[in-house]
């Protein structure tokens, strides 16, 4: 997709991340299985319990737009060193946030090319998860539409998306796409998976206007992150398996690429998210906004202490050896 036309027709907010490990997969439960990395405002907890929603419970946000204090989260991804080791990858900015302190990018898109149709904004309480941290195969991880890869040639590139992790050392970084399910069933705002209450239209895409099931009527915005990881550093081939495998590895321990995931708790003030999807804006001047500065001073205490950062015997949460793929 051209980027810049993606830019003209969504809402577009930027998050400086902090890094925790809990898991909408795994609510109540601290630390989670794994770590991930996480945007938005900063009532997110171990709990996250529905009958306080976050706008309630927060008290500033990483997103550009103030009234925005929904959270949204992905695994991390680390190198794996031929010696065993393992080193996070850090995060650029994306095109146009590049005073962020974080890589991911969220759209909000109401509709692609020149089909305009109107979207029903998610609604307070509403969570969702797209794709399977324990997916190893092709197979497993097709189910989910649009979890792919851009191996980045500079900053713009936005074609050539893969499902595979990228097999080459990629110039300017990887940027993981995540695409969730544009269709509801109306009623549920959560489901025991966390993806029930969702679905892909029926036939089509979100892009081409594709319609949804009848047991998914309703048409949601397409929400979607760009997450930027800066691999510049691990570039050099000598610092690859020796057998030419790809070496990141995603922090549930997955070196296929194919567990990329991402989730989300809706958490709006208002009916500010509905007027800007009817109004199709892009920069929105009708919604409150701050600062890139006032953004990147947001943030949430840790709730799990340890060492995630620096060279590593294994990745936090997991045991050496644990990385499963090969």
Not at 18 to 37: D, E, K, T, W
Request: charged share 15%.
């Amino acid at each position: 997709m051209n980027w810049k036309s993606l830019a003209a027709l969504a809402l577009a907010a930027r998050g400086a991340n902090g890094l925790l490990r809990f898991s909408l997969v795994n609510p109540g439960i601290a630390p989670s299985p794994h770590l991930h990395q996480v945007v938005g405002g900063n009532a997110f907890n171990t709990t996250m319990d529905p009958n306080h929603p976050p706008p309630s419970q927060a008290s500033c946000t990483t997103c550009t737009f103030a009234d925005d204090f929904s959270n949204y989260w992905t695994a991390v991804l680390y190198f794996r060193a031929r010696n065993g080791s393992y080193h996070r990858v850090p995060q650029k900015p994306n095109v146009g946030f590049e005073q962020a302190r974080g890589g991911m990018t969220i759209y909000y898109i109401p509709y692609i090319g020149s089909t305009k149709s109107s979207v029903t904004a998610f609604k307070p309480g509403f969570r969702m998860l797209i794709g399977q941290a324990d997916s190893r195969t092709r197979e497993e991880a097709s189910r989910f539409r649009q979890l792919t890869y851009t191996c980045l040639q500079n900053a713009m590139t936005r074609t050539g998306e893969t499902l595979d992790m990228p097999k080459q050392p990629c110039p300017a970084g990887i940027m993981a796409n995540v695409r969730f399910p544009t269709c509801w069933d109306g009623k549920s705002l959560d489901s025991p998976d966390h993806m029930s209450h969702v679905a892909y239209p029926s036939s089509g895409t979100f892009e081409s206007g594709g319609p949804c099931p009848a047991s998914h009527p309703v048409k949601v915005p397409q929400l979607f992150y760009e997450v930027v990881w800066d691999t510049t550093a691990f570039n050099k081939k000598e610092l690859w398996p020796e057998d030419g495998s790809q070496p990141f590895v995603w922090s549930q321990g997955d070196t296929t690429g194919y567990g990329n995931h991402g989730d989300y708790v809706f958490g709006w003030k208002g009916d500010a998210l509905q007027k800007a999807m009817d109004s199709n804006c892009d920069s929105c001047p009708q919604l409150k906004s701050q600062s890139i500065a006032q953004a990147n001073q947001c943030s949430s205490a840790a709730q799990v202490h340890e060492e995630i950062d620096g060279w590593l015997d294994a990745i936090p949460g997991l045991s050496p050896g644990m990385e499963a793929g090969h």
